[in-house]
């Protein structure tokens, strides 16, 4: 080879090495920047709890597997608590002033973050970002694959989110606040907005007097409905303008909804009754009661012809068609909602016992007591490729076996 030649190969070599280590760089630059690792975490299915109740129509159901036994694969203390989701690999959850990115797979904290503005407990997962309201009118969107936060600015009113955003497949966000501070006495309470992700401007806005916006709304056929103190708002989703409101006979509380595949509306009132509404007009198909009274009414779980409800002591499983009572469980003071999969309900004792009943027939499949020292709020559980993950006192907790 000629001096020449080999003068050539050796700067190729050269270039390749360099072109290689500025990639690395780059690369390693990045992770560090981002501090949230890999998009994906291998194992775990891209979206399978990714907000509130699993989905837009808040069902609380999914086909995923679970796991058949109470084997605990991790537990997290780092996390106080708090309503949390789950996608790309992570267990995303707001609790004690924080937002923490979990890797799913072992539990490890991956990444937390402070925000100035103060951000709400329930979160969406949509598209690589996190959204979630926040204490000074708007939204908090971060980009955990960039690092980069934005914010969208809505009532420029010292406000509190209303649940956890939507996000429909046009890219719309639809998302509530709270005003906790009024400028006249006919400056709204609470409003409800849609605005473009992508450009952050406001398509529309609903206002209310005298009412505050409470659980996290539904989406389904062209309708944003949501819970509030009057009773159920139904909105639509091009304009914002009202098609309908419900209010109990004795104008007592509702929970926030969920919304069936076959166009029906449920909830659960403070009365002590279980409603399932019509989805275009508001009208009653039927009602049933099951207590004289519930405190607090935590959403239902639908899926499967069935709808499942707390009264805060039993857990009930109801035809969703004809609302008669197919089984209940006296399972004490409850401290979560139901959510639903594989066939399983999922829901916790407030003494700190998770359950896994058999959504047939309501018997116990499984349970597991969580180490609490204080009796309390729990989370809903949320279950993704085989795994439960809960949050309480004790941190977050995942069971099952290691995808």
Avoid at 54 to 71: C, E, F, I, K, L
Avoid at 181 to 206: M, V
Wanted: charged fraction near 15%; proline fraction near 3%; aromatic fraction near 10%.
């Amino acid at each position: 080879m000629s001096k020449t030649r080999r003068k050539l190969l050796i700067i190729t070599v050269i270039v390749v090495v360099v072109v290689a280590l500025f990639g690395a760089i780059m690369a390693f630059n990045e992770s560090q920047r981002s501090n949230v690792g890999p998009l994906m975490t291998t194992g775990f299915a891209p979206s399978c709890w990714s907000t509130y109740q699993h989905d837009y129509q808040r069902t609380g159901y999914s086909d995923d597997a679970v796991p058949m036994s109470n084997a605990t694969l991790w537990i997290n203390p780092d996390v106080g608590g708090g309503g949390l989701i789950v996608a790309d690999g992570r267990v995303f959850i707001y609790s004690g002033g924080y937002t923490y990115f979990i890797d799913a797979s072992n539990g490890h904290t991956l990444w937390k973050e402070s925000s100035s503005i103060g951000v709400q407990p329930q979160l969406t997962y949509y598209n690589g970002l996190i959204i979630q309201g926040t204490r000074s009118s708007g939204l908090w969107i971060k980009d955990f694959e960039t690092g980069n936060s934005s914010f969208i600015r809505a009532s420029n009113v010292l406000s509190v989110g209303g649940g956890a955003p939507i996000v429909d497949d046009k890219g719309i966000v639809y998302f509530s606040e709270n005003h906790l501070q009024k400028t006249s006495s006919d400056s709204p309470d609470s409003t409800f907005f849609a605005y473009y992700l992508e450009n952050r401007t406001k398509l529309w806005e609903f206002s209310l007097l005298n009412e505050q916006i409470g659980s996290s709304a539904a989406l389904a056929d062209g309708r944003i409905i949501f819970q509030a103190q009057h009773g159920l708002h139904a909105l639509n989703v091009t304009n914002g303008q009202q098609l309908w409101m419900f209010s109990t006979s004795s104008g007592v509380g509702l929970s926030g909804v969920s919304l069936s595949k076959d166009g029906q509306v449920f909830a659960v009132g403070a009365d002590g009754n279980i409603y399932a509404l019509n989805q275009h007009d508001g009208s009653i198909v039927w009602q049933t009661q099951v207590a004289d009274l519930i405190e607090n009414p935590d959403s239902p779980a639908v899926g499967g012809g069935r709808v499942f409800v707390s009264d805060g002591y039993k857990l009930y499983a109801l035809d969703a068609g004809k609302g008669s009572i197919i089984w209940s469980s006296s399972l004490g003071e409850i401290g979560s909602g139901p959510t639903v999969s594989g066939g399983l309900v999922f829901t916790a004792s407030s003494s700190g016992v998770l359950y896994a009943l058999k959504e047939d027939d309501g018997r116990i499949a499984w349970s597991l007591r969580l180490q609490l020292e204080h009796s309390g709020s729990i989370s809903s559980a949320a279950i993704c490729d085989g795994i439960v993950f809960i949050a309480s006192e004790e941190g977050v907790r995942a069971v099952g076996a290691k995808p």
